[in-house]
């Protein structure tokens, strides 16, 4: 047993006003008290002037990805071993940035799934290779279907996935691909959820059209990614849609999170693609990121829940371990710093259904903790600064800062 105090602390909701001191039995949280609290005699304490919280979550990560230009889609011509490797690179990568949990929407060939809660690496929920047409966005990691939508969702279920992701667009990635119209009916998508729920999973979809979101949300995902609302006229999100995805309780991931400087060494896109971004009035990144702002804000007008996920490995832009990004970037585009937070911690364990295992600074759950040097609640970029990160009670390497005596027994 052993205890972190800190002088800010946020509980995954909301900040205590007093700091925190959070006890760690195990893989498990003890205790969580005032940060002037007198621990029990014996139990090592450490000490910092920072910010405790949950770890962080990355609820669209792909592993198989190792954020080089064309990554993915080499993913799906790699061995077995080479694939393993970049997997076991991008979770050290996320750990070591404070996220204890990822959803990989994603891989190839059910790769991820070995590495479901591996000691020092963070939790792993996976989705293997994504639902998609013949043809369709990221047909090359093995995921094309061309008979009944049902026994894919089968085959996930009995490898053993923890939800289930399908295409409902094109993509960029996937040049050639529809990313303004839908690649799948109504009927094809209604079928994939009604299968999940049968089998106890849930579905997110990957849609970056206005079709492919309607058709989402009509036949009943759980989630929604990316949530760009591509028409051949530009971006529509009108406020009657908005209002419907709030009501029905789908929860929107808009893949957030990038490193903005790095889009200055992208290689020009596909022609067909840059004429798609010039059709939708994106001439720069920041033409996209000021589209993106007002969409967040307007999420937090309609009651969406939103929650923090990358796409991480998909670039240089988009390195695994840029969950702490997001926030920053949802306090830009409108969210009070909590729900900014929330929506990489609480909000997002509850979207993955992992509401009572972790996301919280609470005695019983996860000692999934990531401390950070300032105050987060004054300014988010700290949470790029970790001091220490505990993923289920164990201590990750953090060259140069406390962790390197957090959960260690006291001297002599």
């Not at 602390?9 to 959070?22: E, I, N, P, Q, S």
């Not at 609290?37 to 990805?65: K, M, N, Q, R, S």
């Not at 090359?140 to 279907?145: C, H, N």
């Not at 006229?233 to 995805?245: C, M, S």
């Amino acid at each position: 047993m052993f205890a972190i105090r800190a002088t800010h602390a946020f509980d995954g909701v909301r900040f205590l006003t007093d700091g925190a001191t959070v006890i760690v039995d195990g893989d498990r949280i003890a205790g969580v008290e005032g940060a002037r609290f007198e621990v029990p005699e014996g139990v090592e304490v450490t000490t910092c002037d920072g910010t405790i919280l949950p770890g962080l979550f990355d609820c669209h990560t792909h592993l198989v990805a190792d954020s080089t230009f064309g990554g993915l889609e080499q993913a799906g011509c790699m061995d077995d071993a080479a694939v393993d490797e970049v997997i076991a690179g991008s979770l050290r990568q996320h750990a070591a940035a404070g996220v204890t949990t990822v959803r990989d929407l994603g891989d190839r060939s059910y790769r991820t799934l070995a590495f479901r809660d591996r000691p020092g690496l963070p939790r792993v929920l996976a989705a293997g290779p994504p639902i998609t047409t013949v043809g369709g966005h990221c047909h090359f990691l093995g995921g094309a279907v061309s008979g009944d939508v049902r026994d894919a969702v089968r085959e996930r279920a009995e490898r053993g996935v923890d939800v289930i992701k399908v295409m409902a667009s094109g993509g960029f990635a996937t040049p050639g691909t529809d990313t303004l119209g839908a690649q799948f009916t109504v009927e094809e998508l209604r079928a994939i959820v009604e299968e999940a729920a049968r089998l106890g999973l849930r579905v997110v979809a990957h849609a970056h059209s206005l079709a492919g979101i309607r058709n989402a949300l009509t036949a009943g995902v759980s989630g929604i990614e990316h949530f760009t609302g591509l028409t051949a006229e530009g971006p529509r999100l009108d406020d009657d849609l908005l209002e419907e995805v709030a009501s029905r309780g789908v929860v929107v991931d808009m893949t957030m999170g990038s490193v903005r400087s790095a889009h200055a060494q992208m290689p020009p896109p596909p022609p067909e693609i840059a004429t798609l971004m010039a059709s939708l009035g994106w001439t720069s990144i920041e033409d996209f990121y000021v589209s993106r702002f007002a969409v967040l804000a307007r999420l937090r007008g309609h009651g969406v829940r939103l929650i923090a996920g990358v796409d991480s490995g998909m670039g240089p832009f988009k390195p695994h371990g840029s969950a702490w990004r997001t926030v920053g970037e949802f306090v830009e585009g409108g969210y009070p710093i909590e729900e900014a937070l929330a929506a990489a911690t609480a909000t997002a364990a509850e979207a993955c259904g992992l509401g009572a295992v972790t996301g919280r600074l609470s005695p019983g759950y996860a000692a999934d903790l990531l401390v950070v040097d300032g105050d987060v609640a004054t300014d988010p970029t700290v949470l790029g600064k970790p001091l220490a990160v505990l993923v289920r009670g164990t201590p990750v390497p953090q060259p140069g800062s406390v962790d390197s005596g957090v959960g260690e027994p006291a001297p002599g």
